[in-house]
Every structure is written in C-alpha cells, then in structure tokens.
C-alpha cells in the first residue's frame, strides 16, 4: 500500500487573508511577496511529492513484473516423457540413478526389524505401551529431525546419483493422530525442506504417496516450484535441479 507523500505537508493556503503573513517593520508589500514565495514553495513541494508517489508506484509495479517473470520461467522447467524415455528441461534423456528415504516419512516394521509390528500405526502404539505417548511424541521428532538431514542429501549426491526417491504417508498432511502429531502435521514443511535440499544438490525428486487411505498407492503428489512429470502409471517424478 502506498501513501502519498502530499498528505504529509500542510495544506495549500486557500483563501488571501490566511495566506498573508504579517511581518513587524516590514510592512504589506513584503509581506505579500514573502506569501507568494511561500505559495511556490508549498507548491512546489506537492509537485515533488506527487513525482515521488509515481516513482513508487512505477518501482512497486516493476517488481511485480519481475516477480511474474520469475515465476514464468520457473515453471517452465518440467521433466516430461516421450514414449518410455524421461527427458529433463534441456532435453536430453534422464537416466535415474538414486536411492530411496524409505522409513523416515513412512515408518515400516522391517526397517526397524521389528518381526510383527509392520504398520507406522503399530509400531506408535508399541511406542506407547512401552514409554509413553509424550515420550513417543518426543522421538518422532527426533527422528523426523535427524534420520534425513541436509548433510545426507550432499553426501547421496557426492556418490553419483541425480533422483532421490521419497515414500511418505498420507496422514502427514491431514489433522489424524500420526508419528507424534495431530492437529499440528509437519508433512509440508518437511518436504518442502527435502526439495530445497534436493534443489541446492541440483538432484531429481520423485515424492511417493506410498500410503493413503485404506490402500498402497505409488501415485506421487507434486510440490509447485518442482519438475513434474506424470507417466500411465500415474507416478509422478519431480526436480528440484535448477
């Protein structure tokens, strides 16, 4: 929001009489001319402010401008599919070579090996009985926080590969009792961490909604900002290259 600047300055005198200073022992001619000299001035002043409230204004639209051009440019860089082969945004093949996140947005039994408690909803409820929800709440945490740092993506990159796969559960981004949390889900802000890592590496990113409702599904959602692609499969790879 802009404010002119003019509501800053007194009014414009608008009528002689308030307009007429009076000066001891200088008498009325003087007098007269000190009011016209002040008339221009003030005036001369709302010219200024007025010019000054354009050029903010003209800054203001600009960047705006600027902004949208970004954006445009952004979104412009999707990896896309001809027949059976990936091609990247400078379109040459993409040949995926990576590794998975498995177990640190989708908590699976036998990556704990645990041998009968499977399921992310078993194995809090484990957590439970045997410490307490608040200490269970306590740990989900930490391990959200530690299991895949930043750290962990440079160093999958060092070793050669262009694509990380990450496997999540639905239950991070609605209101249900899951690792540690309710009302309060972190699952945006976790993936939108992952694909700034991901971007700095200059890695592919494939998100995997490899839970939801009463089923297993490979059907990946797509985070803006991201490189798309959706195949027949409705498997989506997403870049945060570039």
């Known amino acids: 929001m ?26 009325e001619a003087k007098a007269n ?10 005036a001369m002043k709302h010219l200024l402010a007025t010019s000054i409230t354009i050029a903010l204004l003209s800054l203001g639209l600009a960047g705006c401008g600027e902004k949208q ?4 440019v952004t979104s412009d860089a999707f990896v896309t599919i001809q027949g059976q082969d990936l091609i990247k945004p400078d379109g040459t093949k993409l ?4 590794t998975n996140l498995g177990n640190w ?4 039994g036998y990556m704990f090996k645990f041998n009968k408690t499977n399921s992310g909803r078993f194995i809090n409820e484990m957590f439970c009985q045997l410490v307490g929800p608040d200490f269970t709440a306590d740990f989900w945490k930490a391990f959200k926080d530690n299991y895949v740092t930043r750290e962990d993506i440079r160093f999958i990159k060092e070793q050669g590969a262009n694509t990380i796969r990450l496997p999540f559960h639905y239950k991070l981004f609605t209101d249900e009792d899951y690792m540690g949390l309710t009302a309060a889900q ?3 802000a976790r993936v939108d961490s992952l694909v700034e890592w991901c971007r700095e590496s200059d890695l592919y990113l494939i998100l995997d909604m490899h839970d939801r409702r009463a089923t297993i599904s490979t059907t990946a959602t797509a985070i803006p900002g991201c490189s798309t692609a959706k195949s027949a499969s ?9």
């Open 234 to 242: 409705n498997s989506t790879v997403t870049s945060g290259a570039g």
């Open 105 to 108: 947005l989708n908590p699976e």
């Open 2 to 27: 802009f404010v002119h600047a003019s509501s800053l300055l007194p009014p414009i005198p608008d009528s002689p009489v308030r307009g007429v200073l009076i000066f001891p022992n200088f008498g």
């Open 33 to 42: 001319i000190a009011t016209n000299t002040i008339t221009k001035i003030i």
């Open 69 to 72: 051009a970004t954006k445009e």
């Open 95 to 98: 040949f995926i070579m990576g």
């Open 186 to 188: 972190d699952g945006f």
